[in-house]
């Protein structure tokens, strides 16, 4: 089936430090896969980081970037030097580019807690 | 502006009695979602809502009903609800159609069946 897995939280890092949260999915229904990292922080819903609908082109958004590696079929998060700011749960997710059998859901992980130590 | 409203943001609700939850957006999305989450498993969708009664099961719709009756709001019903129902709720929308579109979620609503 069609699936998302990401790191297990939660992951503790100091601020300046680099970041890799790590996203692989399996999509045998999916023809042709999107991928997604969304991000929510404390008392908010969740917003979209950033989206790659092309195998490997890289998305990239505040600081932070992921590549969309078809052969691997991961789409790893990551940031040079993480901030306190970026305190957050990290969600990766896989979507269908057409509106077929998979319908217009979008398929999540189980979410990263990402917690920033100043 | 662009935001989705839940309420309410917190519910403790005892077995057996109806819930209510509600969702409003402000963007005249004509797609709209429920999802919820519960603790080591990802967003699991129950119903997707295409227009004004367009409505769709999603992965775990049993349990639950869904009304739409405007294209800024999507109810959540929880008819006698169950101890198993206890999680944390999501709402979204989307602009369209299709697994490519940006969703624009809600900050959730946190259930807690006794």
């Known amino acids: 089936g069609d699936s998302v897995t990401q790191t297990e939280g939660p992951v503790t890092v100091s601020e300046s430090e680099s970041l890799i949260i790590n996203c692989t999915y399996s999509a045998t229904s999916i023809a042709y896969p999107n991928l997604f990292w969304y991000v929510r922080y404390p008392g908010e819903g969740l917003q979209l980081l950033l989206k790659?609908?092309?195998?490997?082109q890289k998305g990239s958004s505040r600081g932070f970037e992921a590549t969309y590696n078809k052969e691997t079929t991961s789409f790893h998060l990551q940031k040079a030097s993480v901030q306190e700011s970026d305190s957050a749960v990290y969600y990766c997710?896989?979507?269908?580019?057409?509106?077929?059998?998979?319908?217009?859901?979008?398929?999540f992980g189980i979410g990263t807690l990402l917690s920033v130590k100043p | 502006d662009m935001k989705v409203t839940q309420m309410p943001r917190y519910l403790i609700k005892r077995m057996g009695e109806n819930v209510l939850l509600e969702c409003g957006q402000d963007m005249s999305h004509e797609t709209m979602y429920w999802y919820r989450q519960d603790p080591g498993l990802g967003l699991q969708l129950i119903y997707i809502s295409y227009d004004v009664d367009s409505n769709s099961e999603g992965d775990i719709p049993k349990g639950y009903r869904v009304s739409r009756k405007k294209r800024e709001h999507f109810s959540l019903i929880l008819d006698s609800a169950k101890t198993n129902q206890t999680s944390v709720y999501f709402c979204a929308s989307s602009l369209g159609r299709g697994g490519q579109n940006t969703l624009y979620f809600g900050a959730g609503t946190r259930l807690s069946v006794l």
């Open positions: 790659v609908i092309t195998a490997g």
């Open positions: 997710a896989l979507g269908d580019k057409d509106y077929g059998s998979s319908g217009n859901k979008l398929i």
